[in-house]
């Protein structure tokens, strides 16, 4: 999302609307984008600088870890907020800072349960972690016969 400097007024500008899904090229098996992303943002100059702050969700389809169905799945960012100085060109992306922002708040172990829509079946292939075991005693051993 490219912003025109010259298009912000010095009062500020309110920006509301969709951009294509920043973020397609980390998809892979367990996050798909499944729409556009939407953005309610305010922009402004100072000093040399560009600010913004607002919210933006993107509708994606998530694996769930537990029982591995798909499901849609909102990534919300509440508090959208940039400051990036200004270096010459009369133009400043957005999409970066807002790609970052939506992976922030990507769950890292989504369920598919955790909005309480859905029950998840998968519990029971949950696996546990083996607790791992300590070889020192064995290494010991091993020093002491040499
Ligand atoms: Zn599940």
New binding site residues.
Partial sequence: MKVHLKQIPTQGLHLEGDEDCPIQEVESEGIRCAGPLHYDIDLGVTGGGLWANGSLSQPVELR?V????K?AYEIRVPAFAVHTELLGPETVDLTPFMREDILLNLPAHP???RDGN?V???KQFEKREPQAQSDWSALDKLKLKS
């Fill in positions: 769930c537990s029982c591995l169905e499901f369920h598919c349960d859905l998840c079946n998968g």
